[in-house]
């Protein structure tokens, strides 16, 4: 099972230790998901916020 992650500063923490992120743009929000050895995290953001945060993360960027 996924786990939601509501802070922003939390899922960077997460980034450095997942194999990559994957990136889904919708029309309103966009989603993140970590995929780290045993579990799957995800942070739904606006797209204006969902830039900063990706330049932050410290791990593989996949596009959906």
Request: glycine share 2%; with cysteine; net charge positive.
């Amino acid at each position: 099972m996924p786990t939601e992650i509501f802070d922003t500063e939390k899922f960077i923490q997460i980034s450095e230790r997942a194999e990559y992120c994957a990136l889904k743009r919708l029309e309103k929000v966009v989603k993140l998901k970590l995929r780290t050895s045993k579990q799957l995290y995800t942070l739904k953001v606006e797209p204006f916020q969902a830039e900063e945060i990706i330049k932050k993360l410290g791990c593989e960027i996949r596009e959906i």
